[in-house]
Structure formats: structure tokens, C-alpha cells
DNA sequence: GTCTATAGATGGATAGAC
DNA sequence: GTCTATCCATCTATAGAC
């Protein structure tokens, strides 16, 4: 904008973009796929076709690519999710019940999950984030709980006759139901099962999933 | 044993079996608080007052040492567990009801998690190598799932009534609450609620997990 | 702006002295 | 057997050429 040879501006723009782009979609995809440290800065160039220097230039480090990568995918997991407890608020006149509540937590992270899904890759970087993420993000896990006390509030809300305090440790008992829903978990339950479980069926495991902490809320 | 001088057989295999024991317990501490790659072969014999030569001495391989941690580790939980599952059969001709099976399940990980056990770092160990595990540890996981087919039969068997695929779901989520309680889950839970959650009272979060648990298996 | 070449640090593993 | 000194691979980050 600021440059006289504005014709010359949108290719570099773009090629920098695309560049940008490549870099940090090779990265979610390679940590999502084989942990933070088991992925070098070369791997990612190599990945993305770019140049070495690419990710220093564009993030400032590898830390800083993998904090700006876990920001952006966590900010649009909790938009999502918010985005569906507040229309569960309207639908019930601001005091929706415990399934629907449930829903708007477990049906994001679910639906990008689904082996259909581009942001099936996304969903795998931020749980991995969760247990071998950078102090940085650890922190901002910690601190960053206001999306979650939205939920404890409309749980608590739903369910006033429980003490507040059963109801967190229940919440923690949802999370970790969906925290489990790795590709290694998956894979062990198929091998357990003998086959009898389908990681395809999204809509069935929400079911599922629903059925079993709704019933959980309501001991 | 084959050493003529057995006067200073004992001296020797004692200072060997001290360092070996000191390694293996500087490691699986390091491991368990900070993850896997983040340890050096330097920190473990650094913590440990032991020479840097030791781990490879003694185990093989940094890998080799993770492996043997986990492999020891995750074989006294499996016995725990197994052993508490045989005790609900016997006390129930063959046919404990799902909430003792579930205590099986539950409580062997719990006990070890409590502030005041020795195991309790063991267990964080164990969660991580889900997530952080080498390869190796991972097939191990992958493989070894008798000791899991044990609690889906007994499951299967308290619950005839409902369809297998269903069983296994459950045995799932209930697996994703057990690996959802780590240091950093806690913590966050204890923010959260505004410190309303003790994680000390270990027999307290045990029967909330149960209560949980088998109203699930009850939909 | 892009890319090559390299600095600077750290890692696992091991040879060889004792 | 124990320990020191060192090898060699690999990593991140950056300087400097174009």
C-alpha cells in the first residue's frame, strides 16, 4: 500500500502469504502427526517446499510458529463452541438443559475430528498441545479458563440442586472423555473391540458420548 | 556368585544395583514432571549424582531406559488392577456388578496419584507415555490389550442387555477420565472452580468417578 | 524478500584411562 | 566397573550474498 509500484505489491503479497501459509500448515500437520519434538524446523521447510530460513522469518522462532498456530486453532474451537451454547441459551429462554449444554461442548471438537473433515489435523494439534505444549501455552491454558466457565455456569444453572463443586469435577470428567479421542485411543479401541467400533461414525459417537455423560449429570 | 572372592561380591553388586536403582529413579521422575524430550541423558545422571556414562552402562540406550521405566511401571498397575478385578468376581460368584468393576479400573491409578504415595509420580509417568511414548511403547500399548479384554468381558457380562459395540464405547470414555487426571488437568480444574476441588481427597474423587461411571453404563 | 552457508549450542553415545 | 574426555550428529537461529 505504502509501495509507489502498486502493480508489483499483490504478487509479493501473495507470495508471501502463500509462503506463510505453507509453512504453517506443514507444521500443524507434521506436530499433530508426530509430536513437538519429534519435528525439526527442517522437516517443516522440507514439508511446506519453502526454505530453510522461511520459519524464522515469518514467526520469529519455532516456538513462536507452534504458540501462533495453537492461539488461532483454540480460539476458533472456543468461538465454536460458544457460538452453540449461546443458541442453546436462546432456545430455552437462557437456561438450556444438560444435553445441550454437552452438545455444544463435545460436537465441535468432534466434527473435526471426522476423517472427512480438513480440520481433522487441527483438532490432533491442540490435544497434543495439551500435555507436551510449551510453558507458553501451558499458561494460557491456565489462564484462559473464562470459555470454560461459561459452561460450568449453564451446568450449574441446569442442574442448581448439585453442590458446585460435583458439578466442576463432572465437567473435568467430560473433558477428559473428550481429550481421549486421539488417533493411538481410537486405534486401541478398534484393536480391543475386534473391529466393532467405527471411528467414522461422528454423529453415532456424539450419541454415544451424550447418552453416557447426560446420565453421569443426572447420579 | 561365580567370583572367588566372594567377600567383595556383595559390595560391588550392591553399589551397582544402587546406581542402577538411581538412574531408574531420577529418570522416571525427570520424565514424569518435564516429558520425555525434554530430559537429557545429562539431567537423569546429574539428578541421579551418578556419571554421564551410567544410563548407557546399565540400560542400553536413553530409549531403552524409557522403555524399561514404562514396562515395570505399567506391569505393576495391570497386576493391581487385575487383582482387584479377580476380588469382585470371587465376592460375586463370577459376576461383579459394574461399579466394582469399575473400582478396579479406577482406583488401582487413583491410589498411586495421592499427594501422600510414593507411586504418585509413577502414574504421571504412565499418562505421559500415552501421549509422549516412543514407539516402541506405543506397539506395547497397542499390543498388550488382554489385560483391558478382561474388564470389557466383565462389562459385557454385567450389562448383557446392551449391545457389545456399546460396551467398549463406555469402557473408553471411562479410560478418558483416568488419563485425563494429571498435574496440569488439576491444576486448572482447582482454578476454574475457584478452588472448590481437592485434589487430595483421593477416596472422594474416586466415588465421584464411580457415581459418574455407572449412571453411564445404566442409560 | 529469498535462500545458502554457517555459527553456536546441545544432544546421545563411546573409547580408553584407571 | 567406573568415569572422563571426546566424537559426531542434529538442532535452532542468523549473517550475508543475491
Partial sequence: MTDPQSHDAPETEEAQAATKAAVFNAAERLFALHGFQNVSVRDITAEAGVNLASVNYHFGSKDALLFAIFRKRTGELNRERARMLHE?????????????????????????????????????????????????????????????????????????????????WRLHFCLGMVHNNRFAEFDRLHHLSGGATREGDVNGLLSRMLDFAEAGFLA
Fill in 88 to 168: 442453546a441459551a436462546e432456545r430455552h429462554a437462557g437456561k438450556p438443559p444438560v444435553r445441550e449444554i454437552l452438545e455444544a461442548l463435545f460436537a465441535p471438537p468432534l466434527r473435526w475430528g471426522d476423517p472427512a473433515n480438513d480440520r481433522r489435523i487441527s483438532i490432533q494439534f491442540i490435544i497434543r498441545a495439551r500435555s507436551e505444549g510449551t510453558a507458553e501455552m501451558r499458561d494460557a491454558l491456565q489462564n484462559d479458563v473464562s470459555h470454560l466457565e461459561r459452561f460450568a455456569n449453564a451446568l450449574i444453572a441446569a442442574r442448581p440442586e448439585l453442590p458446585r463443586e460435583t458439578v466442576y
